[in-house]
């Protein structure tokens, strides 16, 4: 039985949760307000199979577009409409943050510490405010090389390969960094899209920024959107880091928060 958000029932079209060999026709704005009130992987898996009219509304732009704005997937630029809105309505619901612990809120868990050099890294408050008020803590370097990394498996996190290799979503990552304004600091960061045996297919490796002493110690983001990398990406292998310049013992290197790997739509990064 299918309802309305009221409670009244609409039309019995399922049993025993396997789609009725009794089905009757019904006019098309009806049958896609019924879609509109059941689970979006419901009306793909199980009514779009039922018959050829439930398969042509399941897959139809205007049921797509309208789920997109009942649930509030608005596109930033009206000028741009996207070419399948299925597909980005899947994208806008299922887009999150893919990194462990970005904000230091549970110390290094979720991180690999690659090197941990001179005083090793620390877990600070902010120094200065950041953007995000949900930032109340960020990693510091000390005056040897720190790096810490994260494997995101993008299987294990709901993206499956054939969805991967078809549509070739976007890529958003996105990093947070600030120095001291008493030190000299340098940021380092490397992100690659690795294959099934974790071999490196596309590579994102900025030059080393640095940053002089007496600076305004503002935070700075950096981002970086991977498009048309092909076939075969399986995981995101996210590194950053980075040292003071002075060698003063203690930890007055870069600081790094907020760090972010998304899978969105073309439309939306």
Same mark, same amino acid.
């Given at each position: 039985?299918?309802?309305?958000?009221?409670?009244?029932?609409?039309?019995? +079209?399922?049993?025993?949760? =396997?789609?009725?060999?009794?089905?009757?026709? $019904?006019?098309?704005?009806?049958?896609?307000?019924? +879609?509109?009130? $059941?689970?979006?992987?419901?009306?793909?898996?199980?009514? *779009?199979?039922?018959?050829?009219?439930?398969?042509?509304?399941?897959?139809?732009?205007?049921? !797509?577009?309208?789920?997109?704005?009942?649930?509030?997937?608005?596109?930033?630029?009206?000028? =741009?409409? #996207?070419?399948?809105?299925?597909?980005?309505?899947?994208?806008?619901?299922?887009? *999150?943050?893919? %990194? =462990?612990? #970005?904000?230091?809120?549970?110390?290094?868990?979720?991180?690999?510490?690659?090197?941990?050099?001179?005083?090793?890294?620390?877990?600070?408050?902010? %120094?200065?405010?950041?953007?995000?008020?949900?930032? /109340? /803590?960020?990693?510091?370097?000390?005056?040897?090389?720190?790096?810490?990394?994260?494997?995101?498996?993008?299987?294990?996190?709901?993206?499956?390969?054939?969805?991967?290799?078809?549509?070739?979503?976007?890529? *958003?990552?996105?990093?947070?960094?600030?120095? *001291?304004?008493?030190?000299?600091?340098?940021?380092?960061?490397?992100?690659?899209?690795?294959?099934?045996?974790?071999?490196?297919?596309?590579?994102?490796?900025?030059?080393?920024?640095?940053?002089?002493?007496?600076?305004?110690?503002?935070?700075?983001? %950096?981002?970086?959107? +991977?498009?048309?990398?092909?076939?075969?990406?399986?995981?995101?292998? +996210?590194?950053?880091?980075?040292?003071?310049?002075?060698? !003063?013992?203690? !930890?007055?290197?870069?600081?790094?928060?907020?760090?972010?790997?998304?899978?969105?739509?073309? $439309?939306?990064?």
């Amino acid at each position: 039985r299918v309802t309305r958000r009221g409670g009244s029932p609409l039309f019995l +079209f399922l049993k025993g949760g =396997k789609p009725n060999q009794n089905v009757f026709p $019904l006019p098309l704005d009806i049958l896609e307000e019924i +879609f509109l009130n $059941l689970p979006p992987h419901h009306v793909v898996c199980v009514c *779009r199979l039922v018959c050829r009219q439930w398969k042509d509304v399941a897959d139809s732009e205007s049921f !797509w577009r309208e789920r997109c704005r009942r649930e509030g997937y608005r596109l930033r630029d009206f000028s =741009k409409v #996207p070419s399948d809105w299925r597909l980005f309505y899947f994208l806008c619901k299922k887009r *999150r943050n893919l %990194m =462990k612990n #970005p904000r230091a809120d549970d110390e290094f868990q979720g991180w690999r510490i690659l090197d941990n050099g001179g005083d090793q890294w620390k877990v600070e408050e902010p %120094m200065v405010e950041h953007s995000n008020p949900a930032v /109340k /803590k960020n990693y510091v370097t000390s005056f040897g090389w720190c790096r810490k990394e994260q494997m995101i498996d993008l299987m294990e996190e709901g993206y499956n390969p054939l969805f991967m290799d078809e549509f070739q979503p976007h890529i *958003r990552i996105s990093d947070w960094y600030a120095p *001291r304004w008493d030190c000299g600091s340098i940021y380092v960061i490397s992100v690659q899209l690795l294959g099934h045996e974790q071999d490196v297919l596309q590579e994102f490796s900025p030059e080393p920024l640095s940053f002089p002493q007496w600076n305004d110690q503002q935070w700075h983001q %950096m981002v970086h959107v +991977f498009k048309d990398y092909g076939p075969g990406v399986r995981y995101v292998r +996210f590194t950053h880091g980075g040292k003071d310049t002075q060698f !003063w013992a203690g !930890w007055y290197g870069i600081r790094v928060t907020e760090s972010c790997v998304e899978i969105c739509s073309a $439309l939306d990064s």
